[in-house]
Structures are given as C-alpha cells and as structure tokens.
C-alpha cells in the first residue's frame, strides 16, 4: 500500500496529537504534510491528503466526502487563546468598517462573521489578508488572526503606530452568545480511503486515539518545546495547553451543529449537515 497522507497543521495546537507519530511511540507508515489550515483543506478536498484536521466548517460544505475520525478535534470552552480580532476601536462600533481576514483559516472567519450578524448586530466589509498584523491593520479598523499567527501578534504588538490595540477572544464572544464549546477544527478521513480500507481505517482511528492520549500525558514536555522554539514565556503555552481541548463528544457535536445552524442562517454554508463519525453512525 502507498503510504498514508496526513495534513498537520503548522501550528502548536496539532503538537499534542502528532507529537507521538513523530517521536514514533506510535507506528503508523505516513507522509506528514505540513501547511495552515485552509492549504490542508484544499489539498484533502482535491484528494491529495488521506487524512487531515480540517477547518470545521469545510465539513459542512462538503459532508459527502468525508468521513469523521471519532474522539478527536481542536475545540475550546470559552476563551481560545489563539483566535483573535485585533481592533483599533471598539468591536461594537465597528459598523461600516473593514476587516482584514486572515487567509489561512476557514472556521473562524465564519465565526466572526456570525457573531457579528447575530451577536454585535455590527455590519462590516471584509477584506482577505495574508496573516501579518501591520500590514493587515494599514488600511483597516480590526484584523482577524488565528493560531501561532495569533498567539505571537499579542505578545509582540500591545500597540501598533502608537495606537493601544482591543484584542477579542472569538472564543469567549461564542461561549457569552450561545454558553457553548466551539470546535474549530475536526479530523477526517477521505470516504474513498475509507471504503477501500476499512481494515485500516480502524487501526488509525485507534492509532489517533494512542496518540491524543501520549500528547495529552506529555503537555508540560510540549510547553516547554513551544517556549523554546519561540523564546517566550513557558507558563503562556502552559495555559494554552490547558485552553485548547481535543475531545469530540456529545457536547462538542451539539455545539458544532449550533454554529452550523448559525453559519447557514448568515448564508455561509449551503445546507444544515449530520454529522458522519466514523465509528459512531459510519463503519
Ligand atoms: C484554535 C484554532 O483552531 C483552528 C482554527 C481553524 C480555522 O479557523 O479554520 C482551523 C484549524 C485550527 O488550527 C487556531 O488555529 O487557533
């Protein structure tokens, strides 16, 4: 059999469950390709990657030709800690003002554009930004980043051309909306891989499964890796590591289907979907 092509996304909130696949304490035979989210997004959609954490709202738009890996997801309960709109002026006085987008994700750009449709009531133009604070907040009032892009921009920009900047946890805003969890991101399988192999799909939903539980047992080891890398402060990606979770159960499934239902009442998904977990109600 070929090898296996698994998408990872390039920021620190995949390390706990690829930490294991890489030091190799677990064994799985697979090409590792690494990129932001909306590039692994493509690559799976286009059926160049076999599995891939997928932002969680290209689920919804294209239910047909994926399978859901059980147990798994990045979500949040409350504050995320990486998914920020930075802003020169209050968030609720944004009305006819421009928002930098960043391009590299798909989740929370319709996030933001559902809080704003349904919990601001603020109507705004958006503008797509590759993901660079000062460039993106030139012309424009608020910049949206997530990930790594995220975390650093906060630390590193408390202020920009002498402006003091409003920094908004996209997370917090959803939880104070709806008291919900959010999930950002869930781990899919090709349908096609899965009706070709379903031997195998098994083994790496269970593979997936050992892996989550090694990175969740090794978080202060990663915080440490993370603080390293960056040269910031250990105790900031300790807190990160207790924010961010990877938990897809019932909890988690209703409040993704709430934002569903939300993204497609602000038209920004075709259809209201089910959910389609492997394991659960497929395979
Ligand atoms: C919490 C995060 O989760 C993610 C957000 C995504 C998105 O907005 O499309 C996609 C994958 C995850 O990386 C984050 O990146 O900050």
Not at 171 to 181: D, I, L, N, R
Not at 184 to 204: C, H, K, M, S
Request: charged share 25%; glycine share 6%; hydrophobic share 40%.
């Amino acid at each position: 059999m070929k090898k296996i092509r698994i998408g990872y996304i390039e920021y620190l909130n995949c390390l706990p469950i690829y930490y294991a696949l890489e030091e190799g304490s677990v064994n799985l035979e697979a090409k590792l390709v690494k990129g932001p989210p909306t590039k692994l997004n493509r690559m799976f959609l286009e059926g160049q990657l076999d599995i891939t954490p997928i932002s969680s709202i290209e689920y919804a738009r294209n239910p047909d030709k994926v399978v859901i890996l059980p147990d798994i997801s990045i979500s949040a309960d409350g504050n995320v800690e990486s998914i920020f709109l930075f802003s020169k002026i209050p968030v609720t006085e944004l009305e006819g003002h421009t928002v930098a987008l960043t391009t590299s994700s798909a989740t929370s750009v319709v996030l933001l554009k559902i809080l704003f449709d349904h919990y601001y009531h603020v109507k705004v133009n958006y503008v797509d930004r590759k993901p660079d604070l000062p460039t993106m907040l030139k012309n424009t009032a608020a910049a949206l980043l997530i990930g790594d892009d995220a975390i650093l921009a906060r630390e590193k920009y408390k202020e920009l051309a002498g402006q003091p900047l409003i920094v908004t946890d996209l997370g917090e805003v959803w939880k104070k909306f709806t008291g919900m969890k959010m999930v950002y991101a869930l781990w899919v399988i090709r349908q096609g891989f899965v009706d070709d192999n379903p031997g195998e799909t098994a083994e790496i939903a269970g593979i997936f499964r050992k892996a989550k539980e090694i990175g969740l047992n090794s978080l202060d080891l990663l915080a440490g890796k993370a603080a390293e890398h960056y040269n910031l402060p250990k105790e900031l990606f300790d807190h990160y590591y207790e924010t961010i979770r990877y938990d897809f159960g019932e909890e988690e499934q209703t409040a993704l289907l709430t934002y569903y239902d939300y993204a497609y009442k602000s038209g920004l998904i075709p259809e209201r979907v089910k959910l389609r977990i492997w394991g659960e109600n497929i395979g």
